[in-house]
């Protein structure tokens, strides 16, 4: 079992920056790679980041691609988004998740509650 807890979000201004963080308990937390996802209202969730168990390799949407890194630390149960150059079409609810695959292709068993994003204009 693992237990996800975003935080870190907030209201920023164009141009901005974030870091979210996604705390994990559970033993085995580091066996797992790490998604982040967000939803703006309206709209279905998507992917914005992955990041491998080992975090040696890391996957992002393209909206997103050389604004935001994804990295984790797992001796501190703990992934990180790194957000720089936001935009106000970044704001929405950000959720992370655990799961297990492939090179990329993870299905996610765990997840989060989220945290807001907002990136005013």
């Known amino acids: 079992q693992v237990t996800l807890v975003e935080s870190g979000g907030g209201l920023v201004q164009t141009g901005g920056s974030l870091r979210l963080s996604c705390a994990a308990s559970?033993?085995?937390?580091?066996?797992?790679?790490v998604g982040w996802f967000r939803q703006a209202p309206g709209k279905e969730r998507e992917f914005v980041a992955a990041?491998?168990?080992?975090?040696?390799?890391?996957y992002y949407a393209d909206s997103v691609k050389g604004r935001f890194t994804i990295s984790r630390v797992n001796a501190k149960n703990t992934v990180f988004l790194q957000m720089n150059s936001l935009k106000p079409e970044d704001t929405a609810v950000y959720y992370c998740?655990?799961?297990?695959?492939?090179?990329?292709?993870?299905?996610?068993?765990?997840w989060g509650q989220g945290t807001q994003v907002t990136v005013s204009s």
């Open positions: 990041i491998s168990w080992s975090g040696g390799s890391t």
């Open positions: 998740a655990a799961g297990r695959g492939i090179a990329g292709r993870y299905e996610y068993d765990y």
């Open positions: 559970g033993r085995t937390f580091s066996s797992y790679a």
